[in-house]
């Protein structure tokens, strides 16, 4: 499909440009320029066509809800995405284009932690109040993860010597933890909730973008994956994650069984974004220094 029969299709207006978005390691992103603005293009790759309605319907109720994020523009047939002409099986999701700018380390503040706190808590909030046919399951459960790590657990690159020994010790750790993480609060969970993942503009939070990987799980983990991101800077950053909790507590607060996870799931966000880095970056030779 051209992009000027993608603008056609979603009613975008004449195309003027367009620059490729060359952040994302599987999906083809685009900058469209058009008479009628600027618009976020996403040519979904290796994801059927109930994924992507999935993502748009749950996007969709969290803005609808009052959460910062951009819903899917719809394409002349009523839907939030349309298929990617000339190719087989692929879609194309719309957004339209947010301005702002992620944020470095270094440029997270106590009180740009808990902004961010209060957003998560807020996505966390609406999120508990969506029909249950949206709280689908992720494919990163311990099995999963597990099964991930055996790929490797046996492979002789010296590189990787030290993170085998590791991981497979937090992953025992983990798995005897089971109970304890059941007591969490279970609802709509981002899942990749990273810096990369923001955008922000004079100290305000423009957009939440990227849930690709959103889906039901332990509220508890979803705060461990962004305290992991965002307080840490060449090392945990303490003071960062106190800010990002009572920000988040502001907009929902922990329950007891949340909180006696969350040191756990600290330990389980690592070890998952640790072996997928290994597997989907580093064995699969992705050039990708920032992942």
């Known amino acids: 499909m051209e992009l000027g029969d993608l603008t056609d299709v979603f009613s975008l207006g004449a195309l003027r440009g367009y620059v490729p978005i060359a952040a994302s390691t599987i999906n083809s992103n685009f900058s469209v320029e058009t008479d009628r603005g600027r618009w976020f293009v996403r040519v979904n790759e290796g994801k059927a066509e109930v994924d992507v309605a999935w993502e748009a319907r749950l996007i969709a109720a969290l803005a609808d809800g009052g959460l910062t994020t951009p819903p899917a523009v719809h394409a002349k047939d009523g839907r939030p995405y349309a298929p990617l002409l000339g190719s087989r099986g692929k879609w194309v999701s719309v957004f339209p284009w947010r301005g702002g700018h992620h944020l470095g380390p270094a440029d997270v503040t106590a009180d740009l932690a808990g902004a961010l706190g209060e957003a998560l808590g807020t996505l966390h909030r609406i999120g508990l109040g969506v029909p249950p046919a949206l709280r689908r399951g992720s494919i990163y459960d311990?099995?999963?993860?597990?099964?991930r790590y055996m790929r490797f657990a046996m492979n002789v690159d010296p590189a990787l010597e030290e993170a085998?020994?590791?991981?497979?010790?937090?992953?025992?750790?983990?798995?005897d933890s089971a109970g304890l993480r059941r007591r969490a609060t279970n609802g709509i969970i981002h899942g990749d909730l990273f810096r990369d993942n923001v955008l922000w503009e004079d100290e305000q939070i423009t957009a939440i973008l990227d849930f690709e990987q959103a889906s039901g799980g332990s509220l508890a983990y979803d705060l461990a994956v962004t305290i992991n991101d965002w307080c840490w800077d060449g090392g945990p950053r303490i003071d960062l994650a106190a800010a990002l909790l009572a920000g988040y507590e502001r907009k929902r607060k922990l329950t007891a069984g949340d909180r006696d996870a969350l040191p756990i799931e600290v330990r389980a966000a690592a070890a998952r974004f640790t072996i997928t880095r290994i597997t989907d970056v580093y064995l699969a030779r992705v050039h990708n220094p920032e992942k």
């Open 142 to 147: 311990h099995d999963h993860l597990v099964g």
């Open 164 to 175: 085998i020994e590791v991981v497979g010790e937090e992953l025992a750790i983990i798995g």
